[in-house]
């Protein structure tokens, strides 16, 4: 069984506006989302993605850092705050918040803090990614079924 368009579209502007509800997204996804048009139509698709590939590549690289004894704090700040202005730039409210916890974190140069933080923004990313990989699921079957979203 199918859904129709309106059907599809009622799920998006529903989990869209949960994702906003629940905190793991801000004003700054519904700005890049106007900068979507006809002319750019993956435009959000493809900024989103590229911050899941920047986010693999930087928790990789905390987690490398983390686990060098001693841990290089300094590099791990580098990385918690170029997250952080990544995750600002897509409207990614709580990645950016976690990462702002961690910064302060490198800063006293607590491990078992950073460790958590660590953990704890792999666990919002993960969500975030499944979530946002959603809503653009919900999309396409929008466009294949002849609709619009906006």
Same mark, same amino acid.
């Given at each position: 069984?199918?859904?129709?368009?309106n059907? *599809?579209?009622a799920? &998006?502007?529903?989990?869209?506006?949960?994702m906003?509800?629940?905190?793991?997204?801000?004003?700054q996804?519904?700005?890049l989302?106007? &900068?979507?048009?006809?002319?750019?139509?993956?435009f /959000?698709l493809? /900024?989103?993605?590229?911050?899941?590939?920047?986010s693999?590549?930087?928790?990789?690289n905390?987690?490398r850092?983390?686990?060098q004894?001693?841990a290089d704090?300094?590099?791990?700040?580098?990385?918690?705050?170029?997250?952080?202005?990544s995750?600002?730039?897509?409207?990614?409210?709580?990645?950016?918040?976690?990462?702002?916890?961690?910064?302060?974190?490198?800063?006293?140069k607590? *491990?078992?803090?950073?460790?958590?933080?660590?953990?704890?923004?792999?666990?919002?990313?993960?969500?975030?990614?499944?979530?946002?990989?959603?809503?653009?699921?919900?999309?396409?079957?929008?466009?294949?079924?002849?609709?619009?979203?906006?």
């Amino acid at each position: 069984m199918t859904m129709d368009v309106n059907q *599809l579209q009622a799920k &998006l502007r529903e989990h869209q506006s949960a994702m906003f509800q629940q905190g793991f997204l801000d004003d700054q996804f519904s700005q890049l989302q106007k &900068l979507q048009d006809e002319s750019t139509p993956d435009f /959000v698709l493809e /900024v989103v993605t590229m911050f899941f590939d920047d986010s693999e590549n930087l928790l990789k690289n905390m987690a490398r850092c983390l686990e060098q004894v001693p841990a290089d704090f300094k590099q791990i700040d580098a990385y918690a705050h170029q997250y952080k202005g990544s995750s600002a730039s897509v409207g990614a409210a709580r990645v950016k918040s976690v990462c702002a916890t961690f910064r302060s974190f490198c800063e006293t140069k607590n *491990l078992d803090g950073c460790m958590r933080c660590l953990q704890q923004l792999q666990q919002e990313y993960s969500l975030l990614k499944n979530s946002l990989q959603y809503l653009f699921r919900l999309q396409n079957d929008i466009k294949a079924a002849g609709g619009s979203f906006s």
